[in-house]
């Protein structure tokens, strides 16, 4: 029995060495959530003593940049940049950066190029118009 209990933590000791390197490299990668998150068990909330409710957990909620704000972001940096890239720079991940995104890239004011692992977003070149207006 005291055999299996050994076994057992050394597999827990290692299982929490593969996630605090995998957590680095999800880190490296420029990826939000790491995977001690997914698991982490959560704590009994405490009560109000005296309303009796349980006390919430509020967290701070972090604004997500609007279309300008990603057309301000394309502009500044005035290069192709793939999505990995653009949603590192503008603190997202990926998933709300290509539901952010694809207004843009339907109304014609971003440029996709690209697929999968090439995909890069720039915006169009300026018409001969709009560079000869004052």
């Given amino acids: 029995m005291n055999d299996f209990h050994a076994i057992i933590a050394a597999l827990e000791a290692k299982r929490d060495a593969l996630t605090a390197a995998i957590d680095g490299l999800r880190a490296l990668d420029g990826d939000v959530a790491p995977a001690t998150s997914l ?24 604004s997500l940049p609007d279309e300008a704000g990603i057309l301000d972001h394309l502009k500044q940096h005035g290069e192709p940049m793939t999505p990995r890239e653009l949603a590192k720079r503008l603190k997202i991940t990926r998933q709300t950066l290509t539901k952010q995104i694809a207004p843009l890239i339907a109304s014609g004011a971003v440029l996709a190029t690209g697929a999968t692992m090439n995909r890069q977003f720039r915006l169009p070149p300026r018409s001969k118009a709009a560079k000869e207006a004052p």
């Fill in 39 to 62: 698991r982490r068990k959560h704590a009994r909330r405490k009560t109000n003593e005296r309303t009796n409710e349980r006390t919430s957990k509020t967290r701070a909620v972090r």
